[in-house]
């Protein structure tokens, strides 16, 4: 997307969550944030919405794409009522011990974490100490940085010789193939975009590599003030959206074609293969599509706060299943 595109899009963002900002509370009307554009990590609540499920529940959705990386802030403001957001950005956000975000996860939209570090297949890159002497795209965050050191460390590698270059690339397969070696990647997404290309990468999972790195990321977050007052709306909502990614998951094809009717700008090809990944993984081996695991929520954070990312080891605070139908 074009620079000038992209504020406008944000402008418009803005616009809305602010025009919206006064709606009442108790008359059905529920604001959505996205992390990002519109993609398929978002397919089963566009289906919700597109299928009148929503509508059923009595409920008046809008899903907006918000200011870059402000879904966690302007859900906890109380600007929307529930917003896509990262287990990692939530960690910092809820452990301070003043001023903490009123912010909880509600539903797991990927069961497992598929995101992880792509190389292009000539780089060499085939496990975490073959980074070092790299150059690394960073997005400059504490997490990012403490990830890297730990997988590169855990495997014998010099994580002092990683370049760690700040790049916040969108399309990660140029980034690949002009400016670094390696990149933190959503797989449903980049990588299943280096396939499409017919571009050939190494990948190291890290959901897969440690267990301790098998985090929620996305997953759905709700204010929890408007929660805590507002229980039943919020159940109804979750029970619509997981009817749209139950559908997501059941008919991967008719969800993508629904996802490209709200955001026709999309790669088709790209959007058909990676509804098709993501299908297996919505839910994955959870007894039903958002439930979260207490012992692998709260092993993240502990692995966070043993890492000194957060000023308390959080546990299993910050989420819930009770919402979930």
């Known amino acids: ?118 190389s292009l297949k000539t780089s060499g890159i085939v496990r975490p100490s073959d980074l070092a002497g790299k150059r690394f795209a960073s997005w400059e965050t504490p ?60 990948y190291i999972d890290l959901g897969t590599y440690d267990s301790s790195l098998d985090f929620y990321t996305p997953v759905l977050a709700v204010n929890t003030k408007w929660a805590e007052k507002n229980a039943e709306t919020a159940k109804k909502f979750l029970s619509a959206a997981s009817r749209g990614y139950n559908y997501a998951i059941e008919n991967p094809q008719e969800a993508a074609e629904i996802l490209l009717r709200y955001a026709p700008e999309l790669d088709r090809n790209l959007v058909m293969r990676s509804q098709e990944y993501l299908a297996q993984r919505y839910q994955g081996d959870a007894k039903r599509w958002g439930e979260i695991d207490p012992d692998r929520w709260s092993g993240f954070y502990r692995w966070m706060y043993e890492q000194g990312l957060l000023e308390v080891n959080i546990g299993s605070g910050g989420f819930t299943n009770e919402y979930l139908p």
Request: hydrophobic share 50%; proline share 3%.
């Open 1 to 118: 997307m074009n620079m000038r595109k992209k504020m406008e899009l944000i402008a418009v963002s803005v616009i809305i969550i602010l025009s919206l900002a006064n709606c009442g509370k108790n008359d059905g009307t529920i604001r959505v944030l996205l992390d990002w554009t519109p993609n398929t990590n978002h397919t089963g609540l566009f289906i919700a919405l597109d299928k009148g499920w929503f509508a059923e529940e009595g409920l008046n959705v809008t899903i907006t794409q918000p200011p870059e990386d402000e879904a966690l802030v302007l859900v906890a403001s109380g600007r929307a009522e529930f917003g896509v957001t990262f287990q990692e950005s939530m960690g910092p956000a809820i452990a301070k011990e003043r001023d903490a975000l009123p912010v909880t996860a509600v539903a797991a939209i990927i069961s497992h974490n598929t995101s992880g570090i792509m």
């Open 143 to 202: 997490v990012v940085t403490a990830v890297m050191r730990y997988i590169v460390e855990k495997d014998g590698g010099s994580f002092n010789t990683v370049y760690m270059i700040p790049n916040n690339a969108t399309d990660a397969i140029s980034a690949l193939q002009t400016d670094v070696d390696a990149i933190w990647i959503y797989y449903a997404w980049d990588g299943i975009a280096a396939v499409v290309s017919g571009v050939e990468i190494n």
